[in-house]
Every structure is written in structure tokens, then in C-alpha cells.
């Protein structure tokens, strides 16, 4: 390993490589970047060759209106081969007014690859009976053709030939960037081994850079880089390929200078204690054993004194040090002004270590507050009084958290208990379920015995749904569900769902009104989780809403977010807040007539949350309301 390690030519060609394969990787990430941009991955080459053309096309088409609209004064005198500011024979166009005449051409029935038509306008003026100057404003129509035999030196010819060979090399791009990205990778770690490592040395021989302080020689990279900057903005105004060849000459020094930065670190780590080699670090070092020095003095003298006599102590000190300093220099402000600098560099210290004190112990009293009883509050730097009430605060932490680790546990035991008898109770339902099924199926006579059997049938699928339910509510609330949040168009999927129901609310006796935008709203949701939120609340209708009443459905579009509203008149006095209505088993219904679980509202609000969404309740009277908010996704490209 030291023969490449220490190996002065192999550094230097690897620094060589290096820089190499960063640069075509930034051009391959460029490259991908504008094949992507152009659709070069998702559809044909000719499909790529139309969106291409059309901006050349577009183009095309600006500067032979430009020059119509220059000459056409006198558009008599003008040769359309040789006048026109275009050289291309893979161009026509058939320029006219708003009447249909028209008033520039060179398209003869020509086989075309494709069209496009662009609309102009151009105000003018004329001058009015009395000399007065009238504002016009002339519209004019380009048919626009692109010769199918692109047989022309222009711009089509050139891009034709270009967009063959980008299609074709679309994929190796991407290997050719993925491979200079992993042989970049190897080379850095080479040459970040290879750091600080000579021929015939088994320790580490920093170089002359490396003994610089390493925040010296960041500054240092960072005025080049700011005066590249500098250069680049002036060369952008004076010429182009200067500029590019500029731009060029500054990434390669930038890279070096990078690696530069990288490699005497790595030289400066394996040393050990690079941070000392730092201005900022002997700065601090040096006010950090000033400020020791001091408190030690201040602290031995106030070690075996009480708090109230230690404090005191310290405000006679001042005083009298305040009265010294203003009898001595109350003649002489210089004088004057070096005692209360010598003063602030004493008083302001100790106070700032005593409100650093004060502060730990006010964030440990209030994390063991909130309930965080695992905090412990570090002790380590301070003193006297404030250290002894943090032990103090510190074993009451001890205390409080063996008895919320017990409640814990029991909370646990509930939430495993109802997970693992849910999952026990389905297998012996299952059963139920298919022999009722099997029973169904054969030639039974009793009119009662069918009864019996019905009522066996309803009841076990109500049991099997609130068994499903208890299981789901208990995923959503404890956040185990797996969200898959994208883009959603969430009108499409309200409509859906609500179309579902539609024949139900109708057979419930109620009347839908829905109220939704023209426009699309996007949400980043989960469609599936999102679906089983309305299902709940749509079926919620169908069981409490009162039979001969309105139920009103709104997706409406409020301050960023989208706002979905159900709101229905209750069949049940709601004499409930309706933060109990949102409790799991509590229903609007409390005599229990329906067959709901009561689990509708609390799996609606935990799935809403999970899809950072919110959902409120609201009753007033017998109305009851529910708003869903989600914020507006501006991401159209995937849809539920």
C-alpha cells in the first residue's frame, strides 16, 4: 500500500484524472439535465426533433414578421430569397393580415414535417381628420412550415443532426457520468490517503501550505473565488467565447483549489488537532485562559460562603471597586474609562457563567415539567448553590421517571392487548363468516331459521368490520401505516368518492349539494389513506345525517390550501363537544341505535394527520360540520 501511497507520479496523475472526471461529470449532470429538460428519456426522437424545432420555428417566424413589420412600407422592392434576415430553405411561412390577404410567402405547396400558426400584433398610429394622432392595432397570422427533406444548412439541419446523435448516446451519458462519478470517488480517496505521505517516510511530512492556518487559507480560496466572479460578470458584457474559455480556466483552477483544501486537511487530521493550527483557535485559547485564571481567583475566595453572603460579598466588591475607580480617575476620563473596561472584564464573565447556570436549571425544570423525565441537567461546570439544586433536580427526575416508565408499560400492555385479540378474534370470525356462508347456500325451509341466519350474517360482518377498524385506528394513531404522499389531483378523487355514495344518500333520503372549482388542486397525499378519510366521513352522513335534509359537500380553494366541508343536520341530539366526538367508541348517537363502531371520526382525523393535513370538527346546534385541509401542492407531474 505505500508503494501507491507514497508515489509522487502516481499523485500527480491522479491529480491530473481527477480534475478530468469532475469535469466530464458536471458536463454529463448538464448533459442529462438538458436531455431530460427536452424529453430525450420518455418519447420518440421525432417527438424530441418537433419541441425542438418549434423554438427555432418560433424564432423563424419573430424575425420574418420584425422584418415585414421594417418593410412594408415598401414591401414591393423586397426579394423574399435574398432580403429576408433568415438563410433557410427548410423555413416557409405564409404571412397575413386579420382579413386573410396575404401579405408575405415563400410556402408553395411544399411536403411539410409539421406546422404551427403564431398570432402578432402591432400598434401604430394614424392621423385623424383633424391631425390628431389615433392609437391602431394591426393583428397579423404566420403559417409557419418545416420542410419533411431537411436538405438546408440551417439550424435544422444542424439540431437534426445533433438531436440523432444526442438520442442515440442518451443512456451512455448517463453511464459515462455514473462511471466518472465513481472513478472520482476513488481517485479523491487516493489522494486523500496519499495526503501528507512521502517516498522513504512512515509519518506524515506536512507541506508548506499545511503549516498555514486553515481558516487563513479558506479565506484566502474564498477572495479567488470572489474575484473569479468579479472577472466572469465584467467578461459577460465584452464577448462570449472569452467568456466560455474564461469560465473553463476558472473551473479547473476551482477544482484544484478544492482538492487543494481537501488534501491539506486530510494531512492536517491525520497530524491530529487540526483545529489548533487556526487563528480563531489561538484567539479563543488565549481570552479562554485569561477567563480561567479569573474565575478560580473569584471562586476560591467565595468557595465555603452561603449563597446570600457570597452574593453579598460580590456587590461590596463591585461597589467599593466602582468607588475606587471614580476617586482615582475622576479627573483623567482615560484613566476613568481603563477601570470600568478592567471591571465589565471581570463582572460581565461571572455573570454570564451564573445565567448559564440559571438557564440549565431553568430548561431542566421545565423539560421535568412537560414530562421529559430522562433529561438530566449537566452539573459539570457549575458551582456552589447552583450545582447542589441540580443534583437535586436531577434525582427528582430519577424518581418521576420509574413511576411514568410503569404507566408506560401498562399504556403499552392496553395497545398490544387490543392489536393481538383484534388478530386472535379474526380467525374463529373468519370461520364464522364462511359456515354462515356455506349454511346460506343450502335448501333451508323454516322461514326462522332464515332469520336466525340473516341476523348471523349481519352480525358477524359488523364484527368483522369493527375488528378491521380497531385495528386501523390503532396503526393511524401510533403513526404505523405506510404513507405514500404524491402529488394528487384532489377534486378527481373527491368526486369519485362521493359518486360512490351518491345512490346511498339519495336512498337515505337526503339531498346532495356539491360545490367544487373548475381549476385543479393538487395535494401531496397518500390516495389510498386520502380515500378511506372521505369514505369515513361520507358514511358518517349516510348513518346521523336527518332524512329530508340537504347535505353539503365544498371543495373550495382558500389561502394556499385546499378546504373540503361536510356538512349535514344531525338525526341525533348532538349533546357532545366535539372533542369527544373525535374519542375513539363515541358516537353522536349515544342511545347506540346504529351499528357505527364509533371509530369513523378518530381513523378519518389520525389518517388526515398523517398526510399533514388537519381536520376540525365543528357543532353548533344540530349542524355538523367537518373541515379537511391539506396545503396546495405546486408539483402537477404525478397524479393519483
Known sequence: MNKFTHSLTLKITSIFLFVITVIVFIGGIVGIGFLYEYDFYVTSVDNVKVGIFESITYRYARSVYWFFISNKENLYEVNI?????????????????????????????????????????????????????????????????????????????????????????????????????????????????????????????????????????????????????????????????????????????????????????A????????????????????????????????????????FVKKTILILFCIVLLEFMGISIGFNDGVLLLFFWIIEKIILVPAIILVSISLQKLKKGGQKIAVGDLNYQIDTRHMFWDFKLHGENLN???????????????????????????????????????????????????????????????RQSSRLKKLTEDLVEASKASTGNLAVNMVPTEIGVLFTQAVGEYEERIKNSGLELILEEPEEDIFIMADGRLLWRVFDNLLSNVCKYAQPGTRVYLNL??????????????????????????????????????????????????????????NLDLYIDGDLFKVVLKFDISNNHYITA
Open 81 to 265: 430569397q435574398k432580403d429576408l434576415p433568415i438563410r433557410s430553405t427548410n423555413f416557409f411561412f405564409v404571412l397575413k393580415n386579420s382579413d386573410g390577404k396575404t401579405l408575405l410567402s415563400n410556402y408553395s405547396d411544399q411536403e411539410f414535417l409539421f406546422s404551427r400558426t403564431y398570432n402578432f400584433s402591432h400598434a401604430g398610429f394614424t392621423k385623424a381628420a383633424d391631425g390628431s394622432d389615433i392609437k391602431t392595432e394591426e393583428t397579423y397570422v404566420m403559417d409557419c412550415f418545416v420542410k419533411k427533406n431537411l436538405d438546408a444548412d440551417d439550424d435544422y439541419y444542424t439540431l437534426d443532426r445533433l438531436t440523432d446523435f444526442a438520442y442515440k448516446m442518451r443512456y451512455a451519458v448517463i453511464i459515462i457520468t455514473i462511471l466518472s462519478l465513481i472513478v472520482s470517488i476513488i481517485l479523491f480517496i487516493y489522494l486523500m490517503c496519499s495526503a501528507g505521505r512521502r517516498k522513504g517516510e512512515d509519518r506524515v511530512i506536512p507541506n508548506g501550505i499545511d503549516k498555514i492556518p486553515f481558516d487563513l487559507l479558506l479565506v484566502f480560496v474564498f477572495l479567488i473565488g470572489a474575484i473569479e466572479v468579479l472577472i466572469l460578470h465584467e467578461l459577460d458584457y465584452i464577448n462570449s467565447i472569452v467568456y466560455a474559455i474564461t469560465f473553463c480556466l476558472f473551473a479547473i483552477i476551482d477544482i484544484l483549489l478544492v482538492l487543494l483544501i481537501c488534501m491539506s486537511f
Open 267 to 306: 494531512t492536517r487530521y491525520k497530524i491530529g488537532g487540526w483545529w489548533k493550527n487556526t487563528v480563531i483557535y489561538r484567539v479563543l485559547s488565549f481570552i479562554t485562559r485569561i477567563l480561567k485564571k479569573l474565575v478560580s481567583v473569584i471562586g476560591y475566595f467565595l468557595k465555603h460562603l452561603s
Open 395 to 457: 434525582r427528582i427526575s430519577e424518581g418521576m421517571t420509574k413511576a411514568v416508565e410503569e404507566r408506560l408499560k401498562s399504556e403499552r400492555f392496553k395497545t398490544e392487548l387490543i392489536t393481538n385479540v383484534s388478530h386472535d378474534i379474526k380467525t374463529p370470525l373468519t370461520s364464522i363468516i364462511n359456515y354462515v356462508d356455506l349454511i346460506k347456500k343450502e335448501n333451508i325451509e323454516s322461514e326462522k331459521l332464515k332469520e336466525y341466519i340473516d341476523v348471523l350474517d
Open 556 to 613: 373550495e380553494k382558500i389561502n394556499g390550501q385546499a378546504v373540503i366541508i361536510f356538512r349535514n343536520i344531525s338525526k341525533y341530539v348532538l349533546n357532545i363537544t366535539s372533542d369527544e366526538l373525535l374519542e375513539r367508541f363515541v358516537r353522536g348517537d349515544r342511545s347506540r341505535h346504529t351499528e357505527g363502531s364509533g371509530l369513523g371520526l378518530s381513523i378519518a382525523k389520525s389518517l388526515t394527520e398523517l398526510q399533514k393535513g
